[in-house]
C-alpha cells in the first residue's frame, strides 16, 4: 500500500481520530469513576464517623468504647482513632496498629496526611476529607475527620484512614478493559475506514482515468454518477467539460473544413479572372490588336475583370466577419418602405435595359423594424439584382410587404428561369453557383446569397426559397418587428 495515495491518508487518519477517540474517552471515563467512589467513599467514611461520634458520646465505659471502635474498624477494613482537645490519641483501633495514649503527630505515617491547619478546623466543627498517599500503608489512603459535639463540652474528633487499594485494583480492571477495546475499536476501525475510503476513492480513480483519457484525446467515457455529494458534483463536472471539450473539438474542426473550403473556392474564384487580365494583356502587348477599338474592348475586359476581383475580395471579407459572429454595425427603428424605395431607384435602370417591371405591394401602415438600413438594402439588392440577372426581357419582379403578429413578412417574385430542384439545398453556400456558364457572363460571385442568409440571421430574422424552372423564383423574409411599434399599437 502506497504512503502517498488518499486510500492511505483516509486510512490512517480515521485510525488515528478513532485511537484518540477512544483514549480520550476512556481517560475520561477513568477520572469520573475514580471521583465518583471517592465522593461515595467520604460519604460513606463520613457517615460513618458521625455515628461513631455519637456512641463515643453516649458511651462512658473507655474500655467498651475501645471494643466497638475495634469491631467498626474491622468492619470497614479501617484505621479509627478518637482525639481529644490536647490532640492525644484516646482509641485506635484497626489495621493492626494502635498508638493510643499518645500525642496526634504530623510526621508519623500511621496518622495520615492531616496538617495541623487541619486539627486546626477539626476542633473548630469543620469535617475534613483528605485523599492521598500514605508510605505507610502503600497506597492512596482516604482520611475523614468529624468532629464530636458532645454534650458536657468536651472537645473530642473522629478520624478514620481507610485504605484505597480495593478501588485501584477495579480501576486497573477497567483500565484493561479500556486497553482491550480500544485494540479491537482500533482494528475494526481501521477496517471500516478501508473499505470507505476506498468507496470514496473509487469515483476519484475513475475520474483520474477520464481525464487521462481525455488529455490523450478520448473524449468518449463517461463517469458514472452515483451521488449528488461534491464527489458526484465534481464527476458532473468532468463529464460536463468532456462534453464541451467534444463539442468544441468539432466546432473547430468544421472551423478547419470552412477554412480550407475557403481558401480552396477563393483561389478557384481569382485563378479565372486572373487568367482572363494576363490573356488580354499579352494579347496586348504582343501586338495582336488589330485596332483601337479592339485594344479599347480588351482593356474594358481586363476592368471589368478587377471590378469582379475587388466585388469579390469585398464579399468574402464581409461574409468572412459575419460567419465569425462580427456584427460590426448598429441597429435601429427603419422603415422598409423607404428601404425598398431606395433599392427600387439604384435598380431603375437595370431593369429598363432588361426590359423588366417591378411592381411593389405595400401594407399601408406597415410597422418599423429593427435593423441597420445599409445592411437590409444590401439584402434587397442582393436578391432583386439575382431575379433580374435571372429573369428574361419582358419579365415581372412583385414585391409583397404585410406584418403578421409581431413580424414583417417581404416576398420578393420573380418571373425567371427558376432553380433546379437538386440546386435549392445548396444555393445558401458559399460560391455555389447552380449555372456556371451563366453566373460568370452576369458578374455572379456566388457569395450574394450566403451574405443575405447571414445579415437575416444577424437580425434575428428568416429567410426561405421556393421555385420552378422556367416558371421563376420566390424569397420569403420574416423580420422581427420593432418593439416600440408593438406598444405603441
Known amino acids: 500500500m502506497r504512503l502517498n495515495n488518499i486510500v492511505t491518508k483516509l486510512w490512517v487518519i480515521m485510525t488515528i481520530l478513532v485511537l484518540i477517540i477512544i483514549g480520550v474517552a476512556g481517560f475520561a471515563q477513568t477520572r469520573f469513576m475514580e471521583e465518583l467512589y471517592y465522593q461515595q467513599q467520604a460519604s460513606q467514611m463520613i457517615s460513618l464517623s458521625t455515628k461513631i461520634a455519637d456512641i463515643?458520646?453516649?458511651?462512658?465505659?473507655?474500655?467498651?468504647?475501645?471494643?466497638?471502635?475495634?469491631?467498626?474498624?474491622?468492619l470497614h477494613d479501617a484505621n479509627v482513632m478518637i482525639l481529644d482537645s490536647r490532640g492525644i490519641v484516646m482509641h485506635c483501633q484497626g489495621l493492626g496498629v494502635s498508638t493510643k495514649n499518645m500525642t496526634m503527630d504530623m510526621n508519623n505515617p500511621h496518622h495520615g496526611m492531616l496538617s495541623m491547619h487541619d486539627l486546626m478546623q477539626l476542633f473548630n466543627g469543620q469535617v475534613i476529607v483528605h485523599k492521598g498517599n500514605n508510605p505507610y500503608f502503600k497506597t492512596d489512603v482516604l482520611s475523614v475527620a468529624t468532629p464530636i459535639a458532645d454534650p458536657d463540652n468536651k472537645a473530642r474528633a473522629v478520624i478514620i484512614h481507610a485504605p484505597l487499594q480495593p478501588l485501584a485494583e477495579q480501576l486497573r480492571h477497567l483500565q484493561m478493559l479500556i486497553i482491550y477495546a480500544a485494540v479491537g475499536g482500533i482494528v475494526l476501525a481501521a477496517l471500516l475506514s478501508l473499505v470507505f475510503s476506498r468507496l470514496i476513492t473509487k469515483p476519484l480513480i475513475k475520474m483520474n482515468q477520464v481525464a487521462l483519457e481525455m488529455a490523450g484525446g478520448n473524449y468518449q467515457n463517461k463517469i458514472k454518477i452515483e451521488s449528488h455529494?461534491?464527489?458526484?458534483?465534481l464527476a458532473n463536472s468532468l463529464n460536463t467539460l468532456s462534453d464541451r471539450l467534444q463539442e468544441k473539438i468539432r466546432q473547430l474542426e468544421a472551423q478547419e473544413q470552412i477554412r480550407r473550403e475557403f481558401v480552396t473556392n477563393v483561389a478557384h474564384e481569382i485563378k479565372t479572372p486572373l487568367t482572363i487580365m494576363q490573356g488580354f494583356t499579352e494579347t496586348m502587348l504582343d501586338g495582336l490588336a488589330r485596332n483601337e477599338q479592339e485594344t479599347t474592348e480588351y482593356l474594358n475586359n481586363i476592368l471589368d475583370e478587377i471590378t469582379r476581383l475587388k466585388r469579390l475580395v469585398s464579399e468574402v471579407l464581409d461574409l468572412k466577419k459575419m460567419e465569425e459572429g462580427h456584427f460590426d454595425f448598429d441597429q435601429e427603428p427603419c422603415n422598409l418602405k423607404d428601404i425598398l424605395e431606395r433599392v427600387s431607384i439604384k435598380l431603375a435602370q437595370l431593369m429598363e435595359q432588361k426590359e423588366i417591371s417591378l411592381v411593389m405591394n405595400l401594407e399601408k401602415h406597415l410597422p418599423l423594424v429593427t435593423c441597420n438600413s445599409d445592411r437590409m438594402?444590401?439584402?434587397?439588392?442582393?436578391?432583386?439584382?439575382?431575379?433580374?440577372?435571372?429573369?428574361?426581357?419582358?419579365?415581372?419582379?412583385?414585391?409583397?410587404?404585410?406584418?403578421?403578429?409581431?413580424?414583417?413578412?417581404?416576398?420578393?417574385?420573380?418571373?425567371?428561369?427558376?432553380?433546379?430542384?437538386?440546386?435549392?439545398?445548396?444555393?445558401?453556400?458559399?460560391f455555389y453557383k447552380g449555372d456556371k456558364s451563366r453566373s460568370r457572363s452576369q458578374g455572379s460571385t456566388g457569395l450574394g446569397l450566403a451574405i443575405v442568409k447571414r445579415i437575416l440571421e444577424s437580425h434575428g430574422g428568416e429567410i426561405e426559397v421556393q421555385s420552378k424552372l422556367n416558371e421563376g423564383t420566390t424569397f420569403d423574409i420574416l423580420l422581427p418587428v420593432n418593439p416600440c411599434s408593438i406598444s405603441g399599437k
Not at 463515643?56 to 474491622?74: C, N, Q, S
Not at 431575379?387 to 419582358?394: N, Q
Not at 416576398?411 to 439545398?425: K, R
Open 56 to 74: 463515643a458520646k453516649t458511651e462512658e465505659d473507655p474500655e467498651e468504647l475501645d471494643r466497638m471502635v475495634k469491631l467498626i474498624a474491622g
Open 229 to 233: 455529494d461534491e464527489i458526484g458534483l
Open 377 to 430: 438594402e444590401r439584402v434587397f439588392i442582393n436578391l432583386m439584382d439575382n431575379a433580374i440577372r435571372h429573369t428574361p426581357a419582358g419579365g415581372k419582379i412583385t414585391v409583397h410587404v404585410n406584418s403578421k403578429g409581431h413580424q414583417v413578412h417581404i416576398q420578393i417574385h420573380d418571373t425567371g428561369s427558376g432553380i433546379a430542384p437538386q440546386d435549392l439545398p445548396l444555393i445558401w453556400e458559399r
